[in-house]
């Protein structure tokens, strides 16, 4: 029976080439929308790695004034902040802070191993002021800063890209292979820190202390629950008379994340309607031939009713036939689509194209079904002797 429904289509191929085409297209466009989910929601399900609620950001801007003159000035901020009731905490850190348009990473080479690494510049209050949970060793203390060798703190996924999977970190040296100068000494290690929110992906830092030079221009500040602009104001302008001159702009975290979200999720949702509305085409076509080929085959679905033929029988058919004919487009998009994880494109896992092929099959699967269904009951409930007399 396989057989020869695979063989009535492959006789029908020009007729039904279009019909192919639409199916084969939907796969690919459903392939592509499947895959951008099933990697963002696994990104959205891996943690964040620090609080960003109650969390402001004040962007500071000295102009011309040399760093070393203006790192005494924006210790004085800090200790002014930390001196309201309404904040709790405060840090000084490098402009890359959690949800900017700010980035600062390199591709070392540790271990034989090449990867993007992002790289922070903050104080030693830093991760009390975003709840950065410390997994080994400790973070920073004021004893940190007459160390030989540079002190860091990193994210777990660079010590498992480094030193393998699960291995302890706390005390290993990173050397740069391509600069055996460039030595780092571990001190502790966090989980992950995704800078940019919730769907984007686990990545690899390295958490330096500031030094005097480093160009640290923004106050992170932890703020009690429910504090109003009005102390915002009263803040922002004692802290503008303390340093004339200076351009200080204040903005929340919990607001930058939304716009972050929004990055991610507008052409994902628009990916889906695009879809959805594709899916939609093709199923109306398929309904539209089906209910074609069941009038244009009345006569011979009335010969098999009189040779015996039940009606379960006939209406398997027609399922069966939609079913092959999804199927020769589907090994067309299968081959495909399995490019994608074996040339390593957009460098993604490959279990997630592997996951999105699956979830993409049984899609167009459930479609055609849903759309031979109702014909193909239309033509079980044809009498024999109706359709030999209209023959």
């Known amino acids: 029976m396989i057989r020869h429904l695979f063989t009535l289509i492959w006789n029908k191929k020009r007729t039904h080439a279009l019909l192919l085409i639409e199916i084969l297209a939907s796969f690919l466009v459903l392939f592509g929308v499947t895959s951008l989910i099933i990697y963002n929601f696994r990104n959205y399900a891996e943690p964040v790695g620090f609080n960003y609620q109650n969390r402001w950001a004040i962007s500071m801007d000295w102009g011309d004034m040399p760093d070393s003159v203006s790192y005494p000035l924006r210790q004085q901020l800090k200790q002014r902040v930390l001196a309201y009731p309404q904040v709790i905490a405060a840090s000084i850190s490098s402009g890359n802070y959690p949800f900017s348009n700010s980035t600062s990473n390199g591709r070392p080479r540790y271990n034989g191993v090449q990867f993007n690494v992002f790289n922070y510049f903050v104080d030693p209050d830093y991760a009390k002021t ?76 390295i958490f330096y202390r500031a030094s005097k030079t480093d160009w640290s221009n923004v106050l992170l500040v932890q703020v009690q629950p429910g504090t109003d602009a009005a102390f915002e104001g009263n803040m922002m302008r004692e802290l503008g008379q303390m340093v004339k001159g200076w351009n200080l702009e204040v903005s929340y975290l919990a607001d930058q994340r939304v716009s972050k979200q929004r990055f991610t999720l507008v052409p994902m949702i628009i990916f889906l309607v695009v879809s959805t509305f594709l899916l939609i085409n093709v199923a109306l076509g398929l309904f539209g031939v089906l209910n074609v080929s069941i009038t244009r085959r009345r006569g011979e679905i009335g010969l098999r009713r009189a040779l015996g033929a039940t009606e379960g029988s006939i209406s398997r058919q027609f399922v069966g036939e939609i079913w092959v004919l999804a199927t020769f487009a589907l090994v067309l998009g299968l081959i495909l689509a399995a490019q994608f994880p074996l040339m390593n494109v957009f460098d993604l896992d490959a279990s997630v194209y592997l996951t999105a092929m699956v979830v993409s099959v049984l899609v167009i699967y459930l479609i055609v079904t849903l759309c031979a269904l109702y014909p193909s009951r239309q033509a079980a409930t044809i009498q024999p002797a109706t359709a030999l007399h209209e023959e």
Do not use: H
């Not at 007459?146 to 498992?160: A, F, G, N, W």
């Not at 290993?172 to 290690?189: A, F, T, W, Y």
């Open 130 to 205: 975003l709840e950065m949970a410390v997994l080994e060793g400790r973070w920073y203390d004021r004893a940190d800063e007459s160390t030989v060798v540079p002190q860091v703190v990193v994210t777990r996924d660079l010590i498992d890209k480094v030193f393998g999977k699960g291995q302890p970190g706390v005390g290993k040296l990173l050397i740069n292979d391509e600069d055996k100068k460039d030595k780092k000494r571990i001190i502790g290690v966090v989980g992950n820190f995704k800078q940019d929110g919730e769907f984007s992906p686990t990545t690899s830092c």
